[in-house]
């Protein structure tokens, strides 16, 4: 069984600084992480190449220095790594992103299963899978939170719901993404560190894809960012002071003045 997984590189903090400019977030200088969704996927596609057999390719979309996520991806359990990485990708909203990383998958080949996190945290819109789905042309299953079990060219599992459960069976190839509830990531083992420092991960720019280029980037996406700021938030509040007997009837008048009573 062919497994991909799509991961992405993400500010380790919440102290992220926004260019003026661009309205992009400044991620030169800043620690990077896998986006912590993203581990539950990669742990996911490690567990069912070790229940059902097969290969598992990590393919992430970013900047030169992304290349350490897919190394930390490889510690953990995953056997081949590809980096999309070029000056004409840079802007990319989740419409151009996932047409990127379809343009990846289809030079890769033959797969299965494609796995994401159920969202990023510089992002949080959930729309990268769904999106990428439709470039490829197979179906997909949001927040799948179990895996029960793939035979046949069908895979069985339960997806998680606001308020309930939901068992699907769907034929392969299919696209999921996943929630925190599916496993617990792996710490990697001084074995997997070793063969993620000496790996080779595979650089593919725009001209390597083979995809449109009216699709990359800025001017590929169809989201503009207009604005972005930070808000503030303003709260007046006063300060009582005297006897209990006479701080409960100032409460009292202010909680009947606000209405509150």
Known sequence: MEIIVCIKQVPGTFEVKIDPETKRIVREGVESIINPYDNYAIEEAVRLKERFGGSVTAITMGPPQAEKALRDAIAMGVDDAVLLSDIKFAGSDTLATSYILSCGIRKIGKFDIIICGRETLDGSTSQVGAELANHLSIPYITYVSKIEDISSGSMECTRLMEDHYEDLKIELPVLITVTKEINLPRIPSLKGM???????????KSEEIEGDERYYGQDGSPTRVVDVWT????????KLTGEPEILAEELRKELKNLGAL
């Open 194 to 204: 070793i063969k993620a420092r000496k790996a080779q991960i595979n650089l593919w």
């Open 231 to 238: 808000e503030q938030m303003q709260k007046e509040g006063r």
